[in-house]
């Protein structure tokens, strides 16, 4: 979709796959790439609005960025997702012949936009580096990433051989020019090589979140990167932080608990997207939670952190 505003409310797009690979780009004039962004949606235009509402991508595949959405931003124009799922989808793989094209954002590539995104979920999306969402500026086009009620589970990068050319950040990447808010979000079982939660977090505030990933080389930050290693990355509070990691592995945000939340599977739990709940006893509770929690259930005083409020 080229120039248009779009809106999708109450469907499914399941299945569809962007034939071309390279992406779009322009160099001395000219228009170069051979597509392949967007397995279901593909957007570029200026002061154009997206609106997501109450609607699923699964299982869709692109040739090079945004197995479900491909989106490009000129303004930090608006873009909404609220009550959807973003299941199975994939950047697809690249090797052999084809391994310096691009695979990145298994699920959302969202570029030059203002994200407001919320009781939603992305998982089980694959790529070969980015997996999950991937939110970036677009040239002097600000990027702001503010997420809440979210479940980021099971995206991950394609495994290699030897594991150290696996690719990194499978949960969250946020790129130059980004600011934001994560708040109450549930970010737990994507797996890369490293930064498998929040891939550059310097920029956000990041509160009431549960961050418990996988990274196969077990020596680098597990969870969170950022600008440096000396101190933790994000700011925020009231976040929980597993697992440790042979070397230790460094703070997502300011004093975070560390403690293995036990989360359970992806399922049904009630709401409009399906949700992960911990089973651990004794998490820290959350402050300044939104009123409901991803399925729309009230939220108690003190709140449960996380997308889910438990009882």
Partial sequence: MLGSALTVVNTTLSGNVATGNGANYVENGQ?????????????????RALYVCGSTFAD???????????????????????RSAFLDNEARDRSGAEADLPSGAGALYLQGVHVTMTSSTVAGNRARSSAGVWILAHGAAAATADLTNVTITGNATYPRDPFTERGVAAGVTIGDGTT???????????????GAAVWNASS???????????????????????SSYASPPASGDHNVQWPMGVQDDMECTPGITRMDPQMGALGDHGGPTPTALPGAAGLPAGTGCPPTDQRGEPRGEPCTIGAVELP
């Fill in 31 to 47: 228009q170069l790439g051979q597509g392949g962004n967007g397995g279901a949606v593909s957007m570029d235009g200026q002061g």
């Fill in 204 to 226: 956000l505030t990041i509160r009431n979140t549960i961050l418990a990933n996988d990274a196969e080389n077990v020596y680098t930050p597990l969870n969170c990167t950022g």
């Fill in 180 to 194: 934001g808010t994560l708040l109450n979000c549930t970010i737990t079982g994507n797996s890369a090589q490293f």
């Fill in 60 to 82: 869709n595949s692109s040739g090079a960025f945004g197995g479900a959405i491909f989106r490009t931003g000129y303004q930090s124009e608006p873009n909404e997702i609220h």
